[in-house]
C-alpha cells in the first residue's frame, strides 16, 4: 500500500511539473517578425504597416478628390456666368475679332501710312484682348463664337472691293469710328454691371485700350469727312 501510494504521488507531481513547463512556453512565446518586416518589427507591426493609411486613401473613390471631379483638390468646378456676362463676352469676342480682321485687310490695302500704322496697333491690341477673353471663357465653360456673324462678313466683303483713299476713308469711318464708340459703350457697361470678377476686370482694362483707339482715328485722315 505504501509502495503504491508513493507511485501515485511520483506521477502526480511529474504531470504537475509538464502543465507548468507548457503553460510557461506559452506565456514566453515571442512573435516572429514578417518575412518582410524590417529586423526588429514584429508581426504586429508588420501588419499595422501595411495597412492603408488616411493618407492613401485620399486618392481612392469616395475620397476628397470625388469632391472636385473637373479639377485639383481645392479647385472647385467654376460657377456659371451670369446672362449679362455671357453676352457681352459674345458681342466683345464677334466686334474684336472683326476689329482684327478688317485691320489685317486694312494694313494690306490702305495707301495712307498714318492708317496702315493704326491698322497694326488694331491688329496687336484686338488680337491680345481676343486672346484674354477667350482664356477666360475656357476657365468659365463658356463657349464663344468661332467666326464672324454674318453681317460682319458682308461688311468685310464690302470693304474688300474698295481700293485708295475711299478704302481708307471707310476704313477709318467703320472699324476706327463707328466700332470704338459703340466698342466704349458696351465696355463701360460692362465695368459697371459685369458680375463676374474676371468679366468685370477685362472690360474695366480694355476700356484705355479702346479710347486710345478712338482718339487716334479721330486724328486719322477722312476721319472728319
Same mark, same amino acid.
Given at each position: 500500500m505504501?509502495?503504491?501510494?508513493s507511485r501515485?504521488?511520483?506521477?502526480?507531481?511529474?504531470?504537475?511539473?509538464m502543465?507548468?513547463?507548457a503553460?510557461?512556453?506559452?506565456?514566453?512565446?515571442?512573435p516572429?517578425?514578417a518575412a !518582410?518586416?524590417?529586423p526588429g518589427a514584429?508581426?504586429s507591426?508588420s501588419t499595422s504597416s501595411?495597412t492603408?493609411?488616411s493618407?492613401?486613401?485620399? *486618392?481612392?473613390?469616395?475620397s476628397?478628390v %470625388?469632391?472636385?471631379?473637373t479639377?485639383?483638390?481645392?479647385?472647385?468646378?467654376?460657377?456659371a456666368?451670369?446672362p =449679362? !456676362?455671357?453676352?457681352?463676352?459674345?458681342?466683345?469676342?464677334?466686334?474684336?475679332?472683326?476689329?482684327v480682321e478688317v485691320?489685317?485687310?486694312?494694313?494690306?490695302?490702305?495707301?495712307d501710312?498714318a492708317? &496702315?500704322? =493704326?491698322? /497694326?496697333?488694331?491688329?496687336a491690341?484686338?488680337?491680345?484682348a481676343?486672346d484674354?477673353l477667350?482664356e477666360?471663357?475656357?476657365?468659365?465653360?463658356?463657349a464663344?463664337?468661332?467666326?464672324?456673324? %454674318?453681317e460682319? &462678313?458682308?461688311e468685310l466683303?464690302r470693304l474688300a472691293?474698295l481700293? *485708295?483713299?475711299?478704302f481708307?476713308r471707310e476704313?477709318?469711318?467703320?472699324?476706327?469710328?463707328? !466700332?470704338h464708340?459703340? !466698342?466704349?459703350?458696351e465696355?463701360?457697361k460692362?465695368s459697371?454691371?459685369?458680375?463676374?470678377?474676371?468679366? &468685370?476686370?477685362f472690360? /474695366?482694362s480694355t476700356?484705355?485700350t479702346?479710347? &486710345?483707339?478712338?482718339?487716334?482715328?479721330?486724328k486719322?485722315?477722312g476721319?472728319? *469727312?
Amino acid at each position: 500500500m505504501t509502495i503504491r501510494t508513493s507511485r501515485l504521488a511520483l506521477t502526480a507531481s511529474a504531470l504537475a511539473a509538464m502543465l507548468a513547463v507548457a503553460a510557461c512556453g506559452r506565456d514566453e512565446r515571442i512573435p516572429l517578425p514578417a518575412a !518582410d518586416a524590417p529586423p526588429g518589427a514584429t508581426s504586429s507591426e508588420s501588419t499595422s504597416s501595411a495597412t492603408p493609411s488616411s493618407a492613401t486613401m485620399a *486618392g481612392t473613390p469616395g475620397s476628397m478628390v %470625388e469632391q472636385y471631379p473637373t479639377g485639383a483638390i481645392g479647385t472647385p468646378a467654376a460657377a456659371a456666368l451670369a446672362p =449679362f !456676362d455671357q453676352e457681352f463676352m459674345t458681342k466683345a469676342v464677334e466686334g474684336g475679332q472683326f476689329e482684327v480682321e478688317v485691320a489685317k485687310l486694312a494694313a494690306e490695302k490702305a495707301s495712307d501710312a498714318a492708317v &496702315k500704322a =493704326f491698322a /497694326q496697333m488694331l491688329v496687336a491690341d484686338h488680337g491680345a484682348a481676343n486672346d484674354r477673353l477667350r482664356e477666360i471663357a475656357t476657365s468659365h465653360n463658356v463657349a464663344l463664337p468661332a467666326s464672324l456673324p %454674318e453681317e460682319k &462678313k458682308k461688311e468685310l466683303d464690302r470693304l474688300a472691293q474698295l481700293s *485708295g483713299a475711299e478704302f481708307d476713308r471707310e476704313f477709318v469711318k467703320i472699324a476706327g469710328l463707328k !466700332d470704338h464708340r459703340h !466698342d466704349i459703350d458696351e465696355f463701360e457697361k460692362a465695368s459697371a454691371q459685369a458680375q463676374n470678377a474676371d468679366v &468685370k476686370n477685362f472690360a /474695366q482694362s480694355t476700356l484705355p485700350t479702346l479710347k &486710345k483707339h478712338l482718339e487716334a482715328a479721330q486724328k486719322l485722315p477722312g476721319a472728319k *469727312g
